[in-house]
């Protein structure tokens, strides 16, 4: 979530310390240790925040728009593409977002925080018969929000396909901190969203409408984006995949769903706090962490 160039002064950020409830860093050995992820790449981030709860997040997502500075979400940095990495303030949810929800084994779901490790949340799940498909070489670090973020998938991947395939719900916080919960609509709830109050939200989806609408724009999407066959790629907004949705093509049965953009957006473009995850049946008992 970047919104300028501009560095906010020592004193913008004490206050800005006072006024969460989780810890908030500038200190030099913080800001090195979190300057890389898995990535060769590195750059000093201007200080690192630890969010206790959604108010913390909202109030640093304010200050970065009021400041002009980017956040950039964290949870395991084990990306290996400098995801996490740069000159904003790095927000850890590794810490405080850790929370299994709701788990629903007759209709399939999970509902967790950014923060969960994927193994740790198939050790919760298996004794409900269920596990969480979409794994990494990193399972044992890796975490939900990540994974969302980067569209994971590993050595399964034919089996169970990547994160965005699981994705159900997805509660977010937007760049004005209002929160908003993502999910599949069919035509008339698509339109009652693109007609709804004046806010971002709304105007997400009346700007979404009006792209994917737009013949020139759709042509252009076809022509230049991957084959729709190569089922993870993560170049780019996945704005292929919303515009098959039956909102804009009668003929199709799929739903329109935003959280196929923000799977693979790598923390661009809204702060994700809680994800409902559609799992897989598991007929044997899950081993290990490592
Ligand atoms: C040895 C090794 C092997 C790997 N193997 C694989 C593999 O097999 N398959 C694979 O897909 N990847 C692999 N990776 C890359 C990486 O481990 C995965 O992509 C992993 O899922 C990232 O999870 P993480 O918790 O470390 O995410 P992070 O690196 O912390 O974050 C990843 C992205 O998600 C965003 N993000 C995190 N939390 C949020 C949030 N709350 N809201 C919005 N955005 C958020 C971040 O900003 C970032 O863009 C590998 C990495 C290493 C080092």
């Known amino acids: 979530m970047s919104h300028g160039a ?25 800001r090195r240790l979190y300057a890389t992820d898995a990535s060769a790449y590195q750059e000093m981030p201007l200080a690192v925040a630890f969010p206790a709860d959604d108010n913390d997040l ?17 949870t395991a940095g084990t990306s290996l593409a400098g995801q996490v990495v740069g000159g904003g303030i790095v927000v850890d949810v590794s810490r405080t977002f850790t929370k299994i929800l709701a788990i629903n084994a007759s209709e399939g779901w999970v509902r967790c925080q950014p ?78 969203k693109c007609q709804g109050p004046d806010t971002l939200e709304t105007r997400l989806y009346q700007h979404i409408c009006a792209l994917l609408s737009d013949p020139a724009a759709r042509e252009a999407i076809t022509r230049e984006f991957p084959k729709p066959d190569i089922p993870r790629r993560n170049t780019g907004y996945a704005l292929d995949l919303l515009m098959d949705a039956t909102c804009f093509d009668p003929a199709s049965e799929k739903s329109f769903h935003f959280g196929k953009l923000i799977a693979g957006s790598e923390g661009t473009l809204c702060f ?19």
């Open 58 to 74: 909202a109030t640093l997502i304010r200050f970065a728009v009021e400041h002009g500075t980017s956040l950039i979400p964290r």
């Open 115 to 192: 923060g969960v490790i994927r193994n740790e949340l198939n050790m919760a799940l298996a004794p409900h018969g269920m596990l969480f498909g979409p794994e990494t070489s990193t399972q044992n670090r890796a975490m939900i929000g990540g994974m969302l973020g980067n569209n994971s998938c590993g050595s399964n991947s034919i089996r169970y396909g990547s994160v965005r395939d699981h994705v159900l719900e997805i509660t977010a916080l937007l760049s004005d901190g209002s929160k908003v919960v993502f999910k599949a609509l069919n035509a008339e709830e698509f339109e009652a």
């Open 272 to 290: 994700v706090t809680e994800v409902k995850l559609r799992c897989n049946p598991c007929r044997r008992r899950f081993k290990s962490g490592k």
């Open 6 to 30: 501009e560095q906010p002064s020592p004193s913008a950020l004490a206050a800005l310390a006072q006024s969460l409830r989780g810890n908030f860093d500038v200190a030099e050995t913080a």
